[in-house]
């Protein structure tokens, strides 16, 4: 399995706009095959940072779920509006 967490430190004045945007990525990449877990989470000290948290069955449904429409759309609106780090774990 893999578990990926997606820092995400984001200016309050596109705060909505990226939390909109890991919403509908968050509510269909739990539809697609191979996905264990995923969700959101908000920085209870820091209104900057927010992070996904996600859990793939393997590396197969990891490469479609980022070749997906709606991953390539979604995370590039973030991407334009906020700084995202990556961190990925295998277990």
Request: aromatic content about 8%.
């Amino acid at each position: 399995m893999l578990r990926l967490n997606c820092f995400i430190r984001v200016a309050e004045c596109h705060r909505a706009e990226v939390l909109a945007a890991a919403r509908h990525l968050t509510e269909v990449s739990l539809t697609q095959d191979g996905c264990i877990a995923y969700d959101i989470f908000e920085s209870a000290t820091r209104p900057d940072v927010m992070m996904i948290c996600e859990t793939w069955k393997d590396q197969a449904a990891l490469d479609a779920h980022s070749a997906s429409a709606v991953f390539i759309e979604e995370v590039g609106k973030m991407k334009e509006l906020a700084d995202l780090k990556l961190e990925t774990f295998q277990f």
